[in-house]
């Protein structure tokens, strides 16, 4: 059974930095891309940022190009996103998600999500 | 970047009635269209990828059709399950991969 677990989420001031962690299981890791998406209170669903396979590409939002790095550690079956400069626009419940295929697509599985909040 | 617009925002169905969700692309994503589920609480759940190929475990009451710009997710005899908000989502051109705003299924 596909399984993902987020952590890292929690209460940061702005400016601060967050690194949050995407453990999975049930699935050979390296074969399928990662994203990660999220949802501000009271608004609709945002992608984020992709990685595939290999980890060797990488995909951002516009909203956050520069100041959040993907990564991923094949090794230990763990997706990584490192946050900084971050604002109250980063505000969500961050996702995890496995796609369908070595390079992003359609996400087939989802963890149940970690909450950032960024406040002073 | 390509622009999703779902249509309506808000719909409101009798259980045992069908629903009809519309996907607007601002420029062609092949089949490249996938629609989620959200509940809330709980993650998205994929029900369609590749437009009109349904998710492993979907109920056959869930369909989905279109190609290039215009997609429809079709729900047959709605549930009470079946409330909740649905996204279309292009992974044809990319970044970002964009969602549409969703639409809201509640019960009439």
């Known amino acids: 059974e596909v399984h993902l677990l987020e952590s890292g989420g929690g209460l940061v001031q702005p400016g601060g930095s967050l690194r949050l962690s995407c453990v999975v299981s049930?699935?050979?890791?390296?074969?399928?891309?990662m994203t990660w998406v999220r949802q501000a209170p009271g608004k609709g669903l945002e992608w984020v940022a992709g990685i595939s396979g290999s980890g060797g590409s990488t995909y951002y939002a516009d909203s956050v190009k520069g100041r959040f790095t993907i990564s991923r550690d094949n090794a230990k079956n763990t997706m990584f996103l490192q946050m900084n400069t971050l604002g109250a626009e980063d505000t969500a419940l961050y996702y995890c998600?496995?796609?369908?295929?070595?390079?992003?697509?359609?996400?087939?599985?989802w963890g149940q999500g970690t909450l950032v909040t960024v406040s002073s | 970047e390509i622009v999703l617009t779902q249509s309506p925002a808000t719909l409101s169905v009798s259980p045992g009635e069908r629903a009809t969700l519309s996907c607007r692309a601002s420029?062609?994503?092949?089949?490249?269209l996938a629609w989620y589920q959200h509940k809330p609480g709980q993650p998205p759940k994929l029900l369609i990828y590749s437009a009109s190929t349904r998710a492993t475990g979907i109920p056959a009451r869930f369909s989905g059709s279109g190609s290039g710009t215009e997609f429809t997710l079709t729900i047959s005899s709605l549930q009470s399950e079946d409330f909740a908000v649905y996204y279309c989502?292009?992974?044809?051109?990319?970044?970002?991969?964009?969602f549409g705003q969703g639409t809201k299924l509640e019960i009439k």
């Open positions: 420029q062609t994503v092949t089949d490249n």
């Open positions: 049930g699935f050979t890791f390296s074969s399928y891309a």
């Open positions: 998600a496995k796609d369908s295929s070595v390079v992003p697509a359609a996400s087939h599985s």
């Open positions: 989502q292009q992974y044809n051109s990319w970044p970002p991969y964009n």
